[in-house]
């Protein structure tokens, strides 16, 4: 009861001048908002695992035997990763989570429980706060996972969230990114590029799109499941967060190999209402697909499909360290143009 | 070395106005930031426990035997927790950790490993950022923690960092918030107050305070140590990060009880070239001192001082919900008047 009334803090820390802000719409006080928080996470996490959920010091929850923690955190910052004025706030916090969830999936985990970490001006309102929270929340009771704990804060202009998702692995079974050898096969789950198309859209026109011609953009859905059967195949994998070309850079900088891809087979996500095929650029750079990008060794055997979720050959590693793209009877060098913070 | 040269985002995010900003200190393009995050951060982990660390999707670590796992999120906010003006950036990523670590203390938990989620408007400097890291990694250095991984983005406007702490604990034996009874006496570490005598010096003069002055303020260290020593000792706990009366009222809560406090045995912070006794009201309500709060029950030997560190008793818990300051013949209700965000 007492929490209800917006109270003093009396040994201010080095605050915001409160004042710059239109206090039409204050937030919940912090603990009536944790509290609300806490009510909606009272989920039943699918390990069972987490003893000690919001409301103490740290989250209390055990590894199952013979497994390893996986860690991972990701930032949705205003401006940067999302707009208001663009997406829905559910689809703002569903994909919020869907960068942490993602993250365990190409290492072949199961996620356990996440953490959200959400710094909201004085001017949002509940009501997207609210939104935000049942976008993200959906998304995890789809997944098994607890909301275990996080942080609350005020945020001085822009809302600022860090998603933090914990998982585990079966010792010594987690997918690296490290373990890609010259002659494995590259291969790529779903399709490319939906995203980026979305915001092509955006960008150019201006108007929001229709959720249901996007999907790869106002509703991904991690590959956890396919993640998990890709254990013992899969040589190397990460997800395509930053853009195809970025991310197979990373992986074959972490394997110190090279690759070869076949731009015909690239596979193309479909957008619009026409369900058109995306330009072969933003599958090649398109960022925020969270598809999972792996390799297997030649003789593997790999399905064309897993938990439903095409899966696409699309090149080789080679030795040599550059990345090529082959295609029209030339081979150029596919230099990463996905994204990449603190460029221009 | 293609990473040196700053790239351009073909399929950009929405995005910042980039022209908003003076560009004279660009940090470091993002790859080149987490390669030299990731040589810094090549300590030892004391527990050996983190097997793959930066470069890879996620975190990959142990829990010893018969542990259980300790996760914590923390904000640190330009304009809210810190300002640039006022500390220096070494101390700002100093306390940015010794908010994690005062977590996993006040649990009786070890750290193991870190994460760190640094958002960087483009006008911040390499050297902000070195200065930064400089202070986490010497404290995290100081407890045996591994930098593991995190995030780095691109902010707008303001930096915000989110640090996530790791720890360990043998099974059952985390101290919770919700353990005290009715008949506990009631304990604090250290002395209280100095952070919060230091932002009232600042904001009082506008001068910076000599860091020797207030050494709450400009390098607390968080109380792992006794934390550990506190297991079997200690019912309940709680760091003291938000404010004494606002700590002890969390305590109270999740254990459904109440307290008496004696005024008079509050331990107050000497700070200042005279090293003054901080004001009762600083003690009582002031935040970021990373003590520890607990409770033991009546007949537990609780030592003066632990791991060099001295330890009061300053009251009882109570059957009744309230908490009761006594003091100078009178009783009244201590009411939480430490912080709480989105309030005024």
Redesign the interface.
Known sequence: M?QAQ???????????N?LLYI?VA??????E?ISKLRHQSAGKPRLGSV??GI?????????PAGH????????S???????RD?DAPEVIGHRCLTRGL???A??G?EPI?A?L?L??P?SVSQKWVDGFMRGLLRLARRFGVQL???????????I?A?I?V??S?P?GK?V???GARPGDRIYVTGALGGS?AA??S??HSGALARPADYPQHFRPLPRVEVGKRLRGIASA???VSD?MSTDLAHLCE?SRVGAEINAESIPRARVGRTRREVLR??AL????DYELLFTAAKGKRVPFQMAGIPVTEIGEITRKGKIMLMGDGLAREL??????????
Do not use: N, Y
């Not at 390893?68 to 930032?75: G, I, R, S, W, Y």
């Open positions: 007492a917006p109270r003093v803090g009396r040994w201010p820390r080095p605050a915001a409160r206090e204050l937030p919940l006080p912090e603990k908002l003893r000690i409301g103490d010091d740290c989250a209390v929850l055990r590894i390893e923690a996986l860690v991972t955190t990701d930032f910052l205003e401006g940067i990763h999302f707009r663009w993602s993250d365990i190409a290492m985990g429980a953490w970490s710094a909201l004085l275990a704990g996080g942080d609350t804060a005020e945020a001085l202009r822009d600022a860090d933090v914990l998982g692995v010792q987690a690296l990114r490290s980026a915001i092509a955006l960008l994998m990460i997800d853009g972490e650029e933003a750079h398109g960022g925020d230099k990463p143009l996905g994204w990449e913070h603190f460029t221009r």
